[in-house]
């Protein structure tokens, strides 16, 4: 017993260590102002470390009320716990972003502590739970999740999500009512860390069927009650959200069977890596044949799944863990902008993959220990090379954590690794473009406004900020002219009748500034 306490120890130790390492460039990074600005900068309530505050936090019709209505317009964006971590972290450190980023690396050390206890209570193997967690921790598709603070609510929902299926084997195991009970608070703080943490009922079946428990009044009565939770959470907090839907944005099974496909590539070969990750469009009609491929992929793992459902709990256990907490990401898919039928392209982000993972690594785990039944020189070449693959991996996170530093390198290396003239990455240049504005750096800002023009014509958000970089440098028909084409083509942009009045009010025009300046009122009501 003291030698298997022991093993487990060096093991957590060695798995802590080799994360932190990975991870340490992220404790000198800045904020990258994507989202966090919103969320978390300009956000009173996370100022407000008073019981009135906190409840506000929780309070889904008062929650971000100080900043645009279309942040909150997703149940996705309804994290109450996440914003509790940003307020406390502010009431002692304010905005030290060096706090913000070891919390989140604290987190996530955590949580490969945590996988590693899920994987051994499942299979009982040292080994294999230390592989699983590794790769979980080390692997180059975690640096979104660690290094960006707006991250937060992946990494603290995770803490919940993996410690309620931990007690819940172990409810399993021992038919306790206090591990049951536990569970069920777990999952509730899942959910109000981030609503991914509704497929936590599927998770459960998951494991039951991993298990092989037979269907019984116990069972159906245990999922029933987190059923009702999840019901009662959603009826009291995201009701009255707008649900983003994959039918409404245009995601099919084609880009749904893609997006499987090419994640589970890329948690292996982090290939591409990007803050921005289009989801191919059609071209003719048509979409490029990689997304065909991935519909055969996914139907030849359905046909698997079905005819070794009795067969294979193990392997099937971990694919269906993938799908399964795949399943909310990708019907959380967005538009870059959603208001703009020309610009319709779905983004899938790297953090969506934070605990889907751990299925796939979880398999190839339980796949790489059968190499000691192999002769010894071929078992040689295969931990060698999985040495050196890890080390690598290991690499690339670390320098990835490197890309997070600020918002100019993060929107840098994303117009770096973008396609030739995808319209796509005028969200990239746009990005860049405000921070150099706010720096001061008006040629560069003016630059990267004309190229995300370039890029995309139609997009509204770029005339309106290249018409403040032109009043700022004193041309003030140049903007007006910006002002007007960007109301021609949202003219329910707020911001730009705002700009558009002050820029009439340096023109000499205090009449047609008085109208815009009503009309930004009315929209900010």
Same mark, same amino acid.
């Given at each position: 017993?003291?030698?298997?306490?022991?093993?487990?120890?060096?093991?957590?130790?060695?798995?802590?260590?080799?994360?932190?390492?990975?991870?340490?460039?992220?404790?000198?990074?800045?904020?990258?102002?994507?989202?966090?600005?919103?969320?978390?900068?300009?956000?009173?309530? @996370?100022?407000? %470390?008073?019981?009135?505050?906190?409840?506000?936090?929780?309070?889904?019709?008062?929650?971000?009320?100080?900043?645009?209505?279309?942040?909150?317009?997703?149940?996705?964006?309804?994290?109450?716990?996440?914003?509790?971590?940003?307020?406390?972290?502010?009431? %002692?450190?304010?905005?030290?972003?060096?706090?913000?980023?070891?919390?989140?690396?604290?987190?996530?050390?955590?949580?490969?502590?945590?996988?590693?206890?899920?994987?051994?209570?499942?299979?009982?193997?040292?080994?294999?739970?230390?592989?699983?967690?590794?790769? %979980?921790?080390?692997?180059?598709?975690?640096?979104?999740?660690?290094?960006?603070?707006? +991250?937060?609510?992946?990494?603290?929902?995770?803490?919940?999500?993996?410690?309620?299926? @931990?007690?819940?084997?172990?409810?399993?195991?021992?038919?306790?009512?206090?591990?049951?009970?536990?569970?069920?608070?777990?999952?509730?703080?899942?959910?109000?860390?981030?609503?991914?943490?509704?497929?936590?009922?599927?998770?459960?079946?998951? @494991?039951?069927?991993?298990?092989?428990?037979?269907?019984?009044?116990?069972?159906?009565?245990?999922?029933?009650?987190?059923?009702?939770?999840?019901?009662?959470?959603?009826?009291?907090?995201?009701?009255?959200?707008?649900?983003?839907?994959?039918?409404?944005?245009?995601?099919?099974?084609?880009?749904?069977?893609?997006?499987?496909?090419?994640?589970?590539?890329?948690?292996?070969?982090?290939?591409?890596?990007?803050?921005?990750?289009?989801?191919?469009?059609?071209?003719?009609?048509?979409?490029?044949?990689?997304?065909?491929?991935?519909?055969?992929?996914?139907?030849?793992?359905?046909?698997?799944?079905?005819?070794?459902?009795?067969?294979?709990?193990?392997?099937?256990?971990?694919?269906?863990?993938?799908?399964?907490?795949?399943?909310?990401?990708?019907?959380?898919?967005?538009?870059?902008?959603?208001?703009?039928?020309?610009?319709?392209?779905?983004?899938?982000?790297?953090?969506?993959?934070?605990?889907?993972?751990?299925?796939?690594? %979880?398999?190839?785990?339980?796949?790489?220990?059968?190499?000691?039944?192999?002769?010894?020189?071929?078992?040689?070449?295969?931990?060698?090379?999985?040495?050196?693959?890890?080390?690598?991996?290991?690499?690339?996170?670390?320098?990835?954590?490197?890309?997070?530093?600020?918002?100019?390198?993060?929107?840098?290396?994303?117009?770096?690794?973008?396609?030739?003239?995808?319209?796509?990455?005028?969200?990239?240049?746009?990005?860049?473009?405000?921070?150099?504005?706010?720096?001061?750096?008006?040629? +560069?800002?003016?630059?990267?406004?004309?190229?995300?023009?370039?890029?995309?014509?139609?997009?509204?958000?770029?005339?309106?900020?290249?018409?403040?970089?032109?009043?700022?440098?004193?041309?003030?028909?140049?903007?007006?002219?910006?002002?007007?084409?960007?109301?021609?083509?949202?003219?329910?942009?707020?911001?730009?009748?705002?700009?558009?009045?002050?820029?009439?009010?340096?023109?000499?025009?205090?009449?047609?500034?008085?109208?815009?300046?009503?009309?930004?009122?009315?929209?900010?009501?």
């Amino acid at each position: 017993m003291k030698s298997k306490i022991r093993q487990h120890l060096a093991a957590l130790l060695i798995l802590a260590s080799l994360i932190f390492i990975t991870f340490l460039p992220c404790l000198k990074n800045n904020f990258v102002y994507w989202d966090e600005d919103q969320f978390l900068l300009k956000d009173p309530l @996370i100022k407000d %470390f008073t019981l009135s505050g906190f409840i506000h936090l929780f309070d889904p019709h008062t929650i971000g009320q100080s900043v645009p209505a279309s942040i909150y317009s997703s149940a996705a964006s309804y994290i109450p716990l996440t914003l509790l971590s940003y307020s406390v972290e502010y009431h %002692f450190f304010q905005f030290n972003p060096f706090i913000y980023h070891l919390d989140n690396l604290i987190l996530h050390i955590l949580n490969a502590i945590l996988v590693y206890s899920l994987i051994y209570l499942l299979i009982e193997n040292i080994e294999i739970a230390f592989i699983t967690a590794l790769f %979980f921790g080390i692997m180059p598709l975690r640096v979104e999740s660690v290094a960006w603070v707006m +991250e937060r609510k992946d990494v603290l929902f995770a803490f919940f999500y993996l410690s309620g299926l @931990i007690l819940y084997i172990r409810y399993l195991k021992s038919n306790s009512l206090e591990y049951f009970l536990g569970t069920a608070a777990l999952f509730i703080y899942s959910l109000f860390a981030k609503p991914q943490g509704l497929s936590f009922p599927l998770t459960l079946l998951l @494991i039951d069927y991993y298990f092989k428990r037979n269907l019984s009044r116990a069972l159906i009565l245990e999922k029933a009650v987190f059923l009702f939770l999840n019901v009662v959470f959603w009826l009291l907090f995201l009701k009255d959200l707008s649900q983003v839907s994959l039918s409404a944005h245009g995601a099919t099974i084609e880009l749904a069977s893609y997006t499987l496909v090419l994640y589970l590539i890329k948690s292996f070969v982090p290939f591409g890596l990007s803050c921005i990750n289009p989801v191919p469009g059609l071209t003719n009609g048509f979409f490029p044949w990689t997304v065909y491929a991935s519909i055969g992929l996914v139907a030849f793992a359905a046909w698997w799944v079905v005819k070794y459902f009795s067969k294979n709990q193990r392997e099937i256990f971990c694919l269906l863990f993938y799908i399964v907490l795949m399943i909310l990401p990708i019907l959380n898919m967005e538009f870059v902008h959603p208001t703009d039928t020309q610009f319709n392209h779905l983004l899938f982000y790297e953090h969506y993959t934070y605990l889907p993972c751990i299925g796939l690594y %979880f398999l190839f785990a339980m796949l790489f220990v059968k190499y000691k039944i192999l002769p010894v020189q071929l078992r040689d070449l295969i931990l060698f090379s999985v040495t050196v693959y890890v080390l690598l991996m290991g690499w690339i996170s670390l320098e990835r954590c490197g890309v997070w530093k600020d918002g100019i390198a993060l929107w840098s290396d994303a117009i770096d690794h973008a396609s030739l003239k995808d319209p796509v990455y005028v969200l990239a240049y746009i990005n860049r473009g405000n921070l150099y504005n706010v720096q001061g750096k008006f040629d +560069e800002a003016l630059y990267d406004y004309n190229q995300a023009i370039d890029l995309d014509a139609q997009y509204p958000e770029s005339y309106a900020n290249r018409g403040v970089i032109y009043g700022k440098n004193g041309e003030f028909l140049n903007a007006l002219a910006d002002f007007n084409r960007a109301i021609q083509l949202n003219p329910h942009l707020a911001s730009a009748y705002f700009d558009r009045a002050v820029t009439y009010m340096k023109l000499g025009n205090p009449n047609q500034a008085r109208i815009d300046y009503q009309r930004f009122q009315q929209l900010n009501t």
